[in-house]
């Protein structure tokens, strides 16, 4: 079956630096990839759709130079949280689908702490 | 845009008894419903999913079914166990490179 992989699971960092978060297609190349954020009980919120070879689209509201996307290849995309803040300490997760329409299938999430 | 409501927000039933979860959506154009499972500190897990052209679709002890012209579709899972206990959420889609829009999620408790 259709396997993410993302990493790290769980990060801390300090207030001002930046992490970067890898989301990987293990068997399928992904054209598409999505990230989402999840507060603590609550649902997954999309944040912004990721393109293999294009600018990635933001949702409204998403600042897209604070979480910078890139998709550089068929099998990985990566979020980094530039300059991060206590207000960004969240669960990222991300997803992708194998034929690009249907089963998609989420990475394991990334707890962030920022202090 | 689309909006998918889901109800019960919490659901406690007793392991042998069945769960019953149902959500709405809004735009008529979504024709692709997932549910998934999420463990605590965990992503998601695609537990079934069913298609616009279809109504009903089962998978051991979980079913789904749609009704499009309501636009509501029901996950139920039959014979609960204790291992049965997470947040599921149900979500809808276009199919086409479209993203998922997620209900706010169900915490089932199955107790022993």
């Not at chain 1, 949280?81 to 998609?104: L, M, N, Q, W």
């Not at chain 2, 579709?73 to 199919?95: K, M, N, R, W």
């Amino acid at each position: 079956g259709a396997v993410v992989s993302q990493h790290p699971s769980r990060v801390i960092c300090k207030s001002g630096t930046s992490v970067k978060i890898e989301c990987r297609s293990l068997d399928f190349q992904a054209t598409t990839m999505f990230w989402y954020r999840q507060f603590p009980k609550q649902s997954l919120m999309l944040m912004a759709t990721s393109n293999e070879g294009s600018k990635a689209t933001y949702e409204q509201g998403v600042e897209k130079d604070k979480f910078l996307i890139n998709h550089a290849s068929l099998t990985l995309s990566t979020l980094t949280v530039t300059s991060a803040h206590p207000e960004d300490s969240s669960f990222y997760i991300c997803s992708a689908s194998k034929d690009g329409r249907y089963g998609y299938t989420f990475g394991s999430g990334t707890r962030l702490t920022v202090v | 845009g689309e909006n998918v409501e889901q109800h019960p927000s919490t659901l406690s039933v007793q392991e042998g008894d069945s769960a019953v979860i149902k959500c709405t959506y809004s735009d008529s154009a979504s024709n692709y419903f997932p549910w998934y499972k999420q463990e605590l500190g965990k992503g998601p897990q695609l537990i079934i999913d069913i298609r616009s052209n279809v109504g009903e679709k089962k998978d051991q002890r979980i079913a789904v079914t749609l009704n499009k012209t309501a636009k509501h579709f029901s996950l139920h899972i039959t014979e609960t166990q204790p291992e049965d206990s997470a947040v599921y959420f149900c979500a809808a889609s276009t199919g086409s490179q479209g993203n998922l829009i997620f209900g706010k999620g169900t915490k089932l408790s199955v107790k022993p």
